[in-house]
């Protein structure tokens, strides 16, 4: 079977860092054929290694040159050249997020819909990290017992000033559609979605522009209410150094924490809950014992994720982030601004429409002038693990 041709879209720091581990050949049976950006200079070093440019991804999804295409442009762009993709007969991966808000989303996924023989995914990547691997698979196990809890702390995603520099449409309303939440830590609230499902209720309290020259969120704290009852906090800022990065899941049957490279399971000896109904004193509690989960690093996690992707489309191999997944991520980040500019807590699922509205006022209200300079190459590989 010939290898699966793709074309990348897209050749920013995420966009780069996919084309080098496909250009060292990372992902088997498939070839990068085809790159797109519409500045011109950046193809240049990609044309010498004999792939096809072009500098309008339209042109490159109507080519004929490609069976796939992976989209890595600003966010705005993941919708329409999703939709336009899959009409044009392609299989498609889409960067996080898979849209800008969720209206946006729900009108990708009624594509996706309407052509169910074409393979949609999202790049999930942290969905192959060992480190989530194990942790979801103690709560399908019910090792934790009834979830009460879950508190992420994600404040380690501190960002320069001339991070933002770096392009006219990073931290604006107009360019990006949010802040920290929907850039930053969108992959977090994914292993949120992915591993506890849907909230019930969001109350979202958020600064704007708090720690750098930007109009979008920079720091911020959700409450969650699930529908069994378990209450969650998320905190997250590119403003905070050095930042905390630390996941515990409390249950009735113990807690996970999950600090520093380590994932702790601090384990009852009974359940909790039980153990208050049945104890005969007021001030005795389970024993508990600890445990280390050991874990490793993937290696190689977007290459691990776009082989999942190329088996699903050639052998039929289920896939490990459905593009329907990308949803929850977007609606959670969305919610949380929403919730926070209203000044009140909202029900899910939330109205993507109330909520393109309401992003439409800020782009049309907005007096934020961007400044923009060039900036020096750096490693984004560093960014990943979170």
Same mark, same amino acid.
């Given at each position: ?25 990372? *992902?088997?049976?498939?070839?990068? *054929? ?18 096809? /440019? ?37 299989? @498609? ?9 969720? +209206? ?22 942290? =969905? *192959? ?36 520099? &770096? #392009? ?47 109009? @979008?969120?920079?720091?911020?704290? $959700? ?8 209450? #969650?906090?998320?905190?997250? &800022? ?12 409390? #249950? &009735? =049957? ?14 009852? $000896? ?27 690093? $993937? ?23 459905? #593009? ?20 009140? /807590? ?17 782009? +049309?209200? &907005?007096?934020? /002038?961007?400044?923009?300079?060039? *900036?020096? +190459? ?9």
């Amino acid at each position: 079977m010939p290898p699966l041709r793709l074309g990348l879209i897209g050749l920013g720091n995420i966009g780069r860092h996919h084309a080098g581990y496909l250009l060292e050949g990372r *992902v088997p049976r498939c070839e990068l *054929v085809a790159v797109c950006n519409p500045t011109a200079a950046k193809l240049e070093p990609y044309s010498t290694k004999g792939l096809q /440019t072009f500098t309008d991804p339209r042109a490159l999804i109507m080519s004929g040159a490609v069976d796939a295409v992976l989209i890595a442009t600003p966010h705005y762009d993941h919708a329409p050249l999703g939709i336009a993709a899959l009409e044009a007969g392609l299989h @498609v991966m889409v960067e996080k997020p898979i849209a800008a808000h969720k +209206a946006d989303a729900e009108r990708l996924l009624e594509c996706a819909d309407r052509h169910p023989d074409r393979v949609f995914a999202g790049m999930f990547q942290l =969905r *192959v990290e060992p480190r989530y691997a194990r942790i979801r698979s103690l709560l399908e196990e019910g090792q934790l017992g009834r979830i009460q809890r879950v508190t992420w702390i994600n404040t380690d995603w501190f960002r320069t000033e001339t991070y933002y520099a &770096s #392009g006219g449409w990073r931290a604006t309303w107009k360019g990006e559609g949010g802040g920290v939440l929907l850039n930053q830590c969108l992959h977090n609230l994914d292993v949120l979605s992915w591993l506890f499902g849907r909230p019930s209720k969001v109350r979202g309290f958020c600064h704007f522009g708090q720690w750098h020259q930007i109009e @979008v969120e920079d720091q911020v704290t $959700a409450w969650f209410e699930y529908p069994d009852g378990a209450t #969650g906090t998320f905190l997250s &800022s590119t403003g905070e150094a050095p930042g905390t990065n630390r996941l515990e899941v409390a #249950g &009735s =049957r113990g807690r996970l924490v999950l600090e520093n490279n380590r994932l702790t399971f601090n384990q009852n $000896a009974s359940d909790a809950l039980e153990w208050s109904r049945t104890a005969t004193v007021g001030f005795s509690k389970p024993e508990v014992s600890t445990l280390e989960i050991p874990f490793t690093d $993937a290696p190689h996690p977007h290459a691990t994720l776009l082989e999942n992707f190329v088996a699903a489309i050639l052998d039929g191999t289920p896939l490990i982030a459905p #593009g329907r997944d990308g949803l929850g991520s977007v609606e959670l980040a969305n919610a949380i601004v929403h919730s926070s500019l209203r000044g009140e /807590t909202l029900d899910l699922p939330l109205s993507g429409v109330a909520w393109e509205r309401e992003l439409q006022r800020l782009i +049309a209200e &907005s007096r934020f /002038t961007k400044q923009t300079r060039a *900036v020096a +190459a750096e490693d984004f590989a560093a960014s990943f693990r979170r």
